[in-house]
């Protein structure tokens, strides 16, 4: 397994391309093609630190391990036509193909990333970072700073409206058409921000809003979920995330929050494009990965502190997660360290 340190965002997308064996070719000062005869291509224009559009496919040709130590805040919005991704669901892992348009706030503060052998990606994707999208793109807009602060951190949105998976599309024709320029970039950028913001199309982002309810199919079943269920599905997912250990079931998170457990199931799967077992299973693998790095705790004490009650589901887990026991982890991190 492979392991890799970022300490900023670039630093990890260029380590990402070379672990898929992507070759850099930079074509001008705002254009980058990673290519391989056989893994596949990633075709970026822009930059990280303003707008950054780029349409990719390929394959992952090996496992390997990111960890990434910066902060981070984007609007990322584009279609995922194809994608493999291996997840953790129900004790077990399962492989999702969830192709869809999505629209996020991405905020980070620091994690892990694993990549598997296999997976599979094509798509096109639009990153503005948010100073710049605060300080520029919305005052040119005539706009406050703050009007975009009614959609959710890391929150997927995928119901898109059909103007702006157009513009999704536009982009991608114009990069795989190498007609992409600056210009043109930030002019769909400014008309994708400006439908976010128009009152037709605020029913999108409505999970919290007055109006919403919603119909969504369970098997051959319609589930109907209202305001308040989207607001307690929330609410749940920001229990996880605050404190991932003390979560045991689905159904006594259900009970606590006052709704039934399908509606939890797949209101969450819908908001938030995985599923609670998914979710909090990576939660609590970030965790275990900060202290095998950085305590001296014990396996034992570290499968109880992130809440699993058994040690060798904790080990049984972490090794499906990355590919490795955590105490292999530890030895081969403490390793490296001692080489350099």
Avoid at 76 to 85: A, D, K, Q, R, V
Avoid at 103 to 119: D, F, M, T, V, Y
Avoid at 205 to 232: M, P, T, W
Avoid at 320 to 333: S, Y
Wanted: some cysteine; aromatic content about 12%.
């Amino acid at each position: 397994m492979i392991f890799y340190s970022a300490k900023t965002p670039t630093d990890y997308q260029e380590f990402f391309f070379q672990q898929v064996g992507l070759q850099k070719i930079e074509k001008s000062e705002y254009e980058t093609l990673w290519e391989h005869p056989k893994n596949g291509m990633v075709h970026i224009y822009g930059s990280m630190d303003q707008i950054q559009s780029g349409i990719g496919c390929y394959t992952i040709p090996t496992n390997f391990i990111v960890e990434y130590q910066y902060d981070a805040i984007y609007l990322h919005f584009g279609i995922i036509y194809e994608g493999i991704t291996y997840s953790l669901v129900e004790n077990k892992l399962e492989a999702l193909f969830v192709p869809s348009a999505f629209l996020a706030i991405e905020k980070e503060s620091g994690g892990i990333n694993c990549w598997r052998k296999g997976q599979q990606f094509k798509g096109v994707e639009v990153s503005i970072e948010m100073n710049y999208l605060k300080t520029v793109l919305l005052p040119f807009l005539g706009v406050s700073k703050h009007a975009l602060d009614f959609l959710k951190e890391n929150m997927i949105y995928i119901h898109l409206s059909e103007e702006m998976k157009s513009l999704i599309v536009r982009m991608e024709h114009l990069i795989r058409e190498q007609r992409l320029t600056k210009q043109l970039q930030l002019s769909i950028c400014l008309e994708f921000i400006s439908l976010i913001l128009h009152p037709m199309n605020r029913s999108i982002f409505g999970y919290e809003e007055k109006a919403v309810s919603k119909y969504l199919s369970l098997g051959e079943r319609k589930i109907k979920l209202s305001k308040e269920d989207f607001q307690k599905i929330i609410l749940a997912h920001d229990k996880i995330k605050t404190d991932a250990s003390s979560f045991v079931t689905i159904y006594e998170l259900s009970k606590e929050l006052g709704i039934s457990e399908q509606k939890l199931k797949v209101g969450f799967k819908e908001i938030y494009q995985q599923t609670i077992w998914d979710y909090a299973n990576s939660i609590r693998m970030n965790q275990a990965v900060t202290l095998l790095l950085e305590t001296d705790l014990t396996i034992s004490e570290i499968s109880t502190q992130i809440g699993y009650q058994s040690q060798a589901a904790f080990i049984t887990m972490f090794k499906k997660w990355c590919g490795v026991t955590p105490g292999q982890f530890r030895v081969q991190m403490h390793s490296q360290d001692h080489l350099k």
